[in-house]
């Protein structure tokens, strides 16, 4: 009896994970390619005389609408890897800042929109290079959705014993603190509130990278308003640990 309750709560588990990719792929990816579709569209109308200035917005428009199409894809194919249990690891010695600026260089806001103070001098940690930078990309770019214009997020980084704590501090609504393990499971989404909420997965993809690397990931409420996210990661052994970073 166990094992068939067992079996049908998978079975229901994997219809409703079925049903939330349907959710996502139809609404979701209608809209960039409704974005795509209209201004190509509007690019090949010989008898609208459009200025530079009207062409560069279209293409902008058709660019950004790209950029979220092939984030979702990857999502999608990430939660794939997950669901399935198929996540290589490659665990080594890394340097946190060049794990940051790499996931940062792929975000188009966060020359303008995240401030970030990760030193050099701290140690290298254990982790998966790639997957480590797969997950500060998504926890940024929730962020970054979530906050106001005019609020930076922040993502910085300092020493806790043993450990190196990375924290990316947002000022967006904040999550109650009931709802957080809510966040986590794929295709949440709080509202309409955010600029750019995606499908719901890049928490649950970062989450799953985090725990697949052995480290830990906690969320706490921004003073003034906000969450904070902090990825916890252990520093190798060995490394010179700069004490001025405490």
């Keep these: ?10 079975v229901a588990e994997a219809d409703a994970l079925r049903s939330a990719l349907l959710r996502a792929v139809s609404h979701d990816f209608r809209t960039p390619l409704a974005t795509i579709k ?8 010989t008898d609208v ?11 902008h428009d058709i660019e950004a609408a790209s950029d979220r199409l092939d984030r979702m894809v990857r999502d999608l194919l990430d939660m794939s890897r997950l669901e399935a249990g198929a996540v290589d690891l490659a665990l080594g010695a890394v340097a946190l800042e060049e794990v940051v600026a790499s996931a940062l ?18 140690p290298l940690v254990l982790a998966d290079a790639a997957l480590l930078e797969r997950a500060v990309a998504n926890i940024v770019s929730n962020a970054v959705a979530w906050s106001p214009d005019d609020r930076p997020v922040r993502v910085e980084a300092g020493l806790v014993g043993s450990f ?3 924290r990316v501090v ?3 609504p904040g999550v109650p603190a009931s709802e957080r393990d809510r966040i986590f499971v794929p295709f949440q989404r709080f509202g309409d509130r955010s600029h750019d909420a995606g499908a719901g997965l890049g928490l649950a993809i970062a989450k799953g990278f985090i725990d697949a690397m052995g480290a830990s990931m906690e969320l706490d409420d921004t003073p003034g308003g906000g969450l904070t996210i ?3 990661l252990l520093i190798i052994e060995g490394e010179p640990v700069d004490t001025e970073q405490r």
């Design 1 to 10: 009896m166990r094992a068939d309750a067992a079996e049908a709560d998978l």
């Design 105 to 122: 260089s792929g975000i188009a806001a966060a020359q303008e929109r995240v401030d970030v103070d990760v030193s050099e001098a701290l």
């Design 170 to 172: 947002d000022r967006g």
């Design 49 to 59: 005389a459009f200025t530079d200035d009207d062409r560069r917005v279209l293409l």
């Design 164 to 166: 190196v704590d990375l």
């Design 38 to 45: 209209a201004s190509a569209s509007g690019l090949l109308h």
């Design 230 to 232: 902090t990825i916890r």
